[in-house]
């Protein structure tokens, strides 16, 4: 199997801030807003993706293309925005193209951005990704992600796919380069985001991309009287899917988050009654 990777934006940290390889600040907030749902930072990060694509696979056009995010079991990561954005814009040149998830069989309760590189790998063995071996054979394989920065994610979906796929190149985002604090992916993660309100600003942007990221945030959010108004305001819509996510993950159940999506279960049940006062 033949292995390919690149990165939009190759990251050097110094100072508190992050430089791409041309030497020009990257923009940490636009990131950020994708990470919490943002589509209209996915679609300009999706867009530069496939047009790297096109240039270094186009000879691909005849074959058998498959198009994946970073492995997820029900709550997509933030990647699978792109994922999905990707696809849409390599149809027309990939007449054989099919979008694809990677399964995962286990998911862990708090950061993962806030691990350090020997927590990543652990967490990572100890986790199962799943496929469909037939789907997946003897095919080319795009697999979309954000931020590399330790590479468990990378050799683990390797070894998962080995024996199967014929090419994978692995599209990313940007990766870190040289030293860097265990929680710099964190404090990127989170550099537009200091509340709830934060992410009620994206929701009400345009199209909003509940991840798994959401879901643990508002899990583990501290403030309840701000939390309990932020799942008031949402739209139904959100606020249900918030809820499918949350429990086919199994987050529901993990002592960590228990307060807060008791919380959430309590607004979500009332929410009808109150929308109906509100007409």
């Not at 390797?158 to 599209?171: L, Q």
């Not at 249900?240 to 307060?259: A, K, N, Q, W």
Request: charged content about 20%; hydrophobic content about 40%; some cysteine.
């Amino acid at each position: 199997m033949t292995v390919n990777s690149f990165s939009l934006y190759q990251l050097s940290y110094r100072s508190d801030t992050f430089y791409d390889q041309e030497g020009f600040l990257f923009d940490t907030r636009q990131y950020s807003l994708f990470k919490y749902g943002c589509h209209e930072s996915a679609q300009a990060y999706a867009s530069q993706i496939a047009a790297q694509l096109l240039l270094d696979y186009g000879h691909w056009q005849n074959e058998q293309v498959i198009v994946c995010a970073s492995a997820y079991k029900v709550a997509p990561t933030a990647a699978e925005a792109i994922a999905q954005l990707v696809y849409e814009a390599l149809q027309t040149y990939f007449p054989f193209l099919q979008k694809v998830k990677v399964g995962r069989e286990t998911v862990f309760p708090n950061d993962y951005g806030s691990m350090s590189a020997a927590d990543r790998f652990s967490l990572m063995d100890r986790n199962v990704l799943t496929i469909d071996d037939h789907l997946f054979r003897k095919k080319k394989l795009i697999l979309v992600d954000d931020l590399r920065v330790t590479g468990a994610h990378e050799r683990k979906m390797t070894d998962t796919i080995a024996g199967v796929v014929d090419e994978v190149v692995f599209a990313y985002v940007g990766s870190l380069q040289g030293d860097f604090p265990a929680s710099v992916e964190f404090d990127i993660n989170n550099t537009s985001i200091a509340s709830v309100n934060d992410i009620l600003t994206i929701i009400g942007k345009d199209i909003f991309h509940i991840n798994a990221r959401v879901c643990k945030y508002v899990l583990s959010y501290q403030n309840l009287v701000e939390l309990r108004t932020f799942l008031l305001e949402i739209p139904p819509a959100v606020l249900t899917r918030l809820d499918e996510c949350i429990c086919g993950d199994g987050y529901h159940v993990m002592p960590e988050y228990e307060t807060n999506y008791l919380l959430l279960r309590d607004v979500l049940d009332r929410k009808p009654a109150l929308l109906s006062l509100a007409v």
